[in-house]
């Protein structure tokens, strides 16, 4: 055990610019995927919630996306010309399988708001914008926040694969160490990745306590 441990330290001395290099194209890899994601399909999930017809449609495109398997899909794109290897296809690959959990928790987050409530609103003469705004939103909160902390946590391990279609990130530790049966590598790119994906998720949680309610953070707990 201690020699094991030494040759993890070791590997770390010997390799620490290596190792800067793959957790910074890591972290920004995940960064860049969820911040379009955000940008493209929080949007399209505000959408949905005025059509059930085309949410049951869009929500069955990206189930059938996020159940194709990972690599299959980087490799896919690593096919098409103005993409082929690297980061263009890595990022289209993540946004799209950002597509579930971010649609999926804003469209429920948004329909999940009393209905009560809402005939009440309009009672009272808001328009729908206003509902939307001050009363849909501010009530799906806990929901949608949710789902915005699983497309963190799941670009993050996915974003792995990309080490295969040439994005020098922490996945090439992984996929080096298993070619070379080097544990140090295999352990350093594992470790590396689970502190990514549990810091980011941290930081999350405490953004989260500033932006929602806390009664709506212990009604999200209860229903749980």
């Given at each position: 055990m201690d020699l094991s441990r030494m040759n993890l330290v070791e590997f770390f001395a010997n390799n620490g610019s290596t190792i800067r290099d793959y957790t910074m194209n890591h972290f920004t890899l995940v960064v860049w995927a969820v911040s379009i994601s955000l940008v493209i399909w929080v949007p399209v999930g505000l959408l949905l919630t005025k059509s059930d017809k085309w949410a049951k449609r869009v929500l069955a495109v990206a189930n059938t996306i996020f159940c194709i398997p990972s690599l299959s899909l980087f490799a896919?794109?690593?096919?098409?010309?103005?993409?082929?290897?690297?980061?263009?296809?890595?990022?289209?690959?993540?946004?799209?399988?950002?597509?579930?959990?971010?649609?999926?928790?804003?469209?429920?987050g948004v329909k999940s708001a009393d209905r009560n409530v809402i005939e009440a609103a309009k009672g009272m003469?808001?328009?729908?914008?206003?509902?939307?705004?001050?009363?849909?939103?501010?009530?799906?909160?806990?929901?949608?926040?949710?789902?915005?902390?699983?497309?963190?946590?799941?670009?993050?391990?996915?974003?792995?694969?990309?080490?295969?279609?040439?994005?020098?990130?922490?996945?090439?530790f992984i996929s080096d160490g298993l070619a070379r049966s080097n544990v140090e590598m295999m352990v350093t790119g594992a470790l590396l990745i689970s502190v990514i994906a549990v810091g980011l998720d941290t930081i999350l949680g405490i953004l989260e306590k500033w932006l929602v309610p806390r009664g709506l953070r212990i009604r999200r707990q209860q229903g749980q």
């Open positions: 896919i794109f690593v096919t098409i010309p103005f993409l082929g290897l690297g980061r263009k296809s890595s990022l289209l690959a993540l946004v799209l399988y950002a597509m579930m959990p971010l649609l999926r928790n804003v469209y429920d003469g808001m328009s729908t914008g206003r509902i939307m705004r001050e009363i849909r939103l501010p009530l799906g909160l806990p929901v949608i926040f949710a789902g915005f902390r699983i497309t963190v946590v799941m670009t993050t391990g996915i974003a792995t694969i990309a080490a295969y279609i040439g994005e020098r990130n922490l996945g090439r």
